[in-house]
C-alpha cells in the first residue's frame, strides 16, 4: 500500500531525527533548553493517551517546530538523550489531514504508514535494514513497530520506531542506540512497550 500523501510531514520529520548523529546530538541541542532528568521523566504525546516514563539521567529538549513552506506544519516533537548510555529517545507529532487516524486502529492503515516510512528511510539513510515489524498495543493504542539498523553518526546503531495515528493527529516514537548495546536498546524498547 503506498504512502498516503497525508502521512509526509511526520515521515519527513522522524526521519531528520533519525538522522540525528549520536556524537553530535549534545551540540545540535540548544543549551538553554536542555535539562538534566535526575528522576526520569514522563514522555507524553497525542493529549497524554501515549505516553512512558524515561529513566534518570536523560536530557530534554524541544526540536525545532515544524515549517509549513517544508510540510511540517504544527509538528512538534522533544529530543532525550542520556549521553553515558549513548542513547537516544525522540518523541514527534503533529496533526493529520482530512481526520485520516479516526482508521488508526485499521492494520491496512498501520501497515501503509509503515511501508511508506521504511522507503523514506531507506532513502535518508543508505545502509537502512529493516531487521522486524510487528503491530502492537502502546497505552491501549493499536502502534506499527519497525526494528532497524543503520548507520547514524559515523557509526552502526540499533533503532526501533513505533508509529501510532489516533483522531487527528499521529506519533513516532523512536529509541537509537548503538549496535553494540543491544540489551540497553532491549530494556527500553520495553520500557516504552510498559513491559
Known amino acids: 500500500m503506498p504512502l498516503p500523501r497525508l502521512f509526509a510531514p511526520a ?5 531528520l531525527c533519525a538522522a540525528l548523529p549520536l556524537g553530535q546530538a549534545q551540540a ?11 528522576t526520569g521523566t514522563a514522555v507524553s504525546l497525542l493529549g497524554g493517551k501515549l505516553h512512558f516514563i524515561l529513566p534518570a539521567g536523560y536530557q530534554a529538549a524541544p526540536l525545532p517546530h515544524g515549517d ?33 487516524g479516526a482508521a488508526g ?24 535494514h529493516k531487521t522486524g515489524e510487528a503491530q502492537v498495543i502502546l497505552n491501549g493504542l493499536p502502534a506499527q513497530r519497525l526494528d532497524a539498523t543503520a548507520s547514524i553518526g559515523g557509526g552502526k ?11 487527528k493527529r499521529m506519533a513516532v516514537v523512536q529509541v537509537i542506540s548503538r549496535e553494540a548495546d543491544r540489551s540497553g536498546h532491549d530494556a527500553m524498547v520495553q520500557r516504552i512497550l510498559g513491559k
Not at 11 to 15: D, I, Q, R, Y
Open 11 to 15: 515521515l519527513c520529520l522522524a526521519v
Open 28 to 38: 545540535a541541542r540548544p543549551a538553554a533548553a536542555a535539562s538534566t532528568l535526575s
Open 157 to 167: 546503531t540499533l533503532t526501533t520506531y513505533f508509529i501510532v495515528a489516533e483522531g
Open 68 to 100: 509549513a513552506a517544508k510540510g511540517t506544519a504544527d509538528a512538534e516533537g522533544t529530543l532525550y538523550m542520556n549521553d553515558s548510555q549513548k542513547r537516544i529517545v525522540v518523541a514527534t507529532q503533529l496533526p493529520l489531514q482530512n481526520d485520516a
Open 105 to 128: 486502529a485499521d492494520e491496512v492503515f498501520l501497515a501503509g504508514i509503515s511501508e511508506g516510512f521504511v522507503t523514506q528511510q531507506a532513502q535518508a539513510l543508505p545502509d537502512f
